[in-house]
């Protein structure tokens, strides 16, 4: 099993910025890629960025240019740089770990429990 603690969020006004992270610990050899979700109350949860072990990311149209995801493989942790913050970037961000096998099959997905980014004047 893999467990997720994120950490960094909090209240920053429009156009500030904050970063998150997202450490891994347990069975993190297992880990692939791994990603940044965000849910508001009433929505579905929403992928915000992706980065696969090799460090190529992904990012919603919502976010691109402005957020910046990267991966410190010695330290098993993962950032989420978000700049230009807006009142809509609200949300609770979640961390995603995908597992995969040593056949590099999907195995399972952890997830964090979430950190709360309020973005408000």
């Known amino acids: 099993q893999v467990q997720l603690v994120e950490s960094g969020g909090g209240l920053v006004q429009p156009g500030g910025s904050l970063r998150l992270s997202c450490e891994a610990s347990?069975?993190?050899?297992?880990?692939?890629?791994m990603g940044w979700y965000r849910q508001v109350p009433g929505k579905q949860r929403e992928l915000v960025a992706t980065?696969?072990?090799?460090?190529?990311?992904t990012y919603a149209d919502s976010v691109k240019g402005r957020f910046s995801m990267s991966r410190d493989n010695v330290k098993n942790t993962v950032y989420l740089e978000m700049n230009s913050l807006k009142p809509e970037d609200t949300a609770v961000y979640y961390c995603?770990?995908?597992?995969?096998?040593?056949?590099?099959?999907?195995?399972?997905?952890?997830w964090g429990q979430g950190t709360q980014v309020t973005v408000s004047s």
């Open positions: 980065i696969t072990s090799g460090g190529r990311t």
């Open positions: 995603n770990a995908e597992r995969v096998n040593e056949l590099l099959l999907y195995i399972g997905s952890s």
């Open positions: 347990g069975s993190t050899f297992s880990i692939n890629a």
